[in-house]
């Protein structure tokens, strides 16, 4: 087995149960993504498709202790390859790359490879996938501070809002509507137009038959 595919079993086994959306469809994505981006743009596969396939492996650990899964999963990665054998300036210029991907964060990439790792992640944050993420992480947190009293709020968070629609339209406003202005590379820019025009046809939709409700 070569070392992408272990990496990917790894990931998995570390990823299990995740109750986010932070799963192993969407690392493939995000991986599927940088490959896509760098069609275009350039850069080193094995370190993109590496730090594509890590970049959240320390989440679980996040949800557990708080903290900032990035620096999680750049120690986690920093060990595992390592272990496997790998040259020590490709282990770092992945763990560069995950270090800095968090849109929260608001981290600057030094390198080509980190930038479109960045994109990538942000990117996921577009489309229809981007609303079935937000739906579906919204609920699953709701959940857990129903049941075991966790907040994983911010001060921009609007996933506890009373009003589940009115949080998701305030979550719309502040993060994917932002993305395209942050994006590192002109591929990545193209594809997020592309994404954001079925948003917003989708937000105009939910507002439009929300709206409709509240006049009955």
């Known amino acids: ?45 094995l370190v993109l498709q590496l730090a594509a396939l890590l970049h959240d492996v320390g989440v679980i650990k996040e949800h557990e202790e708080g903290g900032d899964h990035a620096v999680y999963s750049a120690e986690i990665t920093s060990e595992f390859l390592s272990k496997a054998g790998l040259e020590k300036e490709v282990v770092e210029a992945v763990e560069s790359c995950i270090l800095t991907h968090r849109f929260s964060a608001g981290e600057k990439p030094e390198t080509l490879e980190a930038r479109i790792l960045q994109d990538a992640d942000r990117l996921e944050a577009l489309g229809a996938v981007g609303i079935f993420r937000a739906v579906f992480s919204m609920g699953a947190l709701r959940m857990l501070k129903h049941i075991t009293g966790i907040d994983k709020g911010s001060s921009k968070s609007t996933v506890y809002i009373e009003d589940p629609i009115e949080g998701f339209n305030e979550y719309m406003q502040y993060k994917p509507f932002t993305i ?3 994006l590192n590379t002109d591929t ?11 948003m917003r046809l989708y937000l105009e939709a939910l507002n439009l038959e929300t709206e409709m409700n509240k006049k009955m």
Do not use: Q
């Not at 570390?14 to 993504?33: C, K, Q, T």
């Not at 990545?188 to 079925?198: F, G, M, P, Q, V």
């Open 1 to 45: 087995m070569d070392l992408i595919e272990k990496t990917r079993e790894f990931v998995a086994s570390f990823l299990e149960g995740e109750p986010s959306s932070h799963d192993m469809s969407h690392i493939n994505r995000v991986e599927a993504l940088c490959l896509e981006i760098r069609k275009e743009e350039g850069g080193d596969p």
């Open 180 to 182: 395209p202005e942050k």
């Open 188 to 198: 990545a820019k193209k594809i997020a137009e592309k994404r954001l025009k079925i």
